[in-house]
């Protein structure tokens, strides 16, 4: 029987990082009169001082793009040379086609496979893994991988368990071929059967039903049962995180960055308890000053920790992406 031949297998590792952060600086006393809250009650219980907001006119592939750029630039690499493109959103406001094609195209990067992955606050290292492998494969040489949100326009302002956590904004990846990994194991799981503890409703067709029967028109908006997602987090994310250092051959000791997703202070003040890293280890809190910004928080963490010297080029990161799904994935990376 004849083989069939296979691209050699290789490594990956991050050689590039951009962000893009939205402009608009939304405090907490700008949020909490339709929720009847207070900035105490939301510093206390997220951590959160401000969010930022992109404006009417900045749209996803907008911010994504801009992201993408800044990732190429610090890894020196044009965009003719991606051989994918990878979209992490769940704010693109198209069934179809993809984000991923249109900031492709906005990039110059023609020869690349384009699409958008759905896993919310996952998101981000459910790409960096699917990454690894289209690099390891031999498939691509250069994967951008994008986590971008424009919740502010899928939360509803008057809802009182997400007003004051969602954010908007971008961060991406450009991982290339190496001769070590640069990337560890993806340890990743969903579990589907809590569908609704983090659901965009009405979905389109209960919609067209209501709308056909003479009912009202509501805009889809983000719906959590908060405390329910906060026990599975802090409950279920160590031992996710423990399996991703012990797949990448490490221990804690070894690592010197940790970033979760932004989700909540309280979230990774409890994870770090867990987790008995050594107090060397420097934990990004972006979402203090920028807010829950899901698929793009870890990027935008990661690169905040950075400006503020708290990780460098070189170091190792956890990273942990939990959120609807509840899906849930985490990796070691090399920082670049
Ligand atoms: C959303 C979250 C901050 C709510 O905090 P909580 O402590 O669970 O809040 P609860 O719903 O139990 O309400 C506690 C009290 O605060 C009040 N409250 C609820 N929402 C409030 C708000 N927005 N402002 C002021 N008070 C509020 C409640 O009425 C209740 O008051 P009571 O004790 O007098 O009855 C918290 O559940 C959380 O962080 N969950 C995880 C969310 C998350 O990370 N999501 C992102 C995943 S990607």
């Not at 971008?170 to 071929?177: I, N, S, V």
């Not at 991703?244 to 909540?264: K, M, R, S, W, Y």
């Not at 950075?306 to 080029?313: P, V």
Request: net charge negative; charged share 20%; hydrophobic share 45%.
């Amino acid at each position: 029987m004849k083989q069939i031949s296979a691209r050699p297998r290789r490594y990956s590792e991050v050689i590039g990082l951009g962000v893009h952060r939205a402009s608009r600086v939304v405090p907490n006393d700008e949020i909490v009169g339709p929720i009847d809250s207070s900035d105490e009650w939301i510093r206390e219980r997220t951590g959160i001082v401000q969010r930022l907001w992109a404006p009417d006119e900045v749209t996803i592939v907008d911010m994504a793009v801009d992201a993408a750029e800044q990732a190429l630039t610090h890894a020196g690499i044009t965009a003719d040379r991606l051989g994918t493109v990878i979209v992490s959103t769940i704010s693109h406001p198209y069934q179809t086609p993809s984000a991923a094609v249109l900031v492709a195209d906005r990039l110059g990067a023609r020869e690349a496979g384009a699409f958008d992955i759905s896993a919310a606050c996952a998101g981000f290292p459910y790409a960096v893994g699917l990454a690894d492998g289209i690099i390891s494969s031999g498939e691509s040489d250069y994967v951008l991988v994008i986590g971008v949100e424009k919740l502010s326009e899928w939360t509803s302002p008057t809802d009182r368990g997400t007003a004051f956590i969602f954010a908007d904004g971008a961060g991406a990846f450009l991982l290339g071929p190496a001769d070590a990994p640069g990337v560890g194991p993806t340890i990743w799981g969903a579990e589907g059967a809590e569908f609704d503890a983090i659901v965009v409703e009405p979905s389109w067709t209960d919609l067209r039903k209501q709308v056909a029967s003479g009912g009202e028109f509501v805009w889809p908006t983000l719906h959590m049962q908060g405390q329910k997602v906060f026990r599975w987090a802090v409950s279920e994310m160590v031992t996710v995180c423990h399996h991703a250092i012990e797949a990448a051959g490490l221990t804690p000791d070894d690592i010197q960055a940790f970033v979760p997703h932004q989700a909540n202070n309280r979230i990774t003040d409890a994870l770090l308890r867990g987790l008995k890293f050594p107090d060397t280890v420097s934990v990004a809190r972006d979402i203090i000053m920028t807010g829950n910004t899901s698929a793009a928080s870890i990027p935008l963490a990661l690169d905040s920790l950075m400006r503020e010297g708290g990780a460098k080029s070189g170091d190792l990161a956890l990273m942990v992406g939990f959120g609807a799904g509840l899906a849930y994935a985490a990796q070691v990376v090399r920082i670049p």
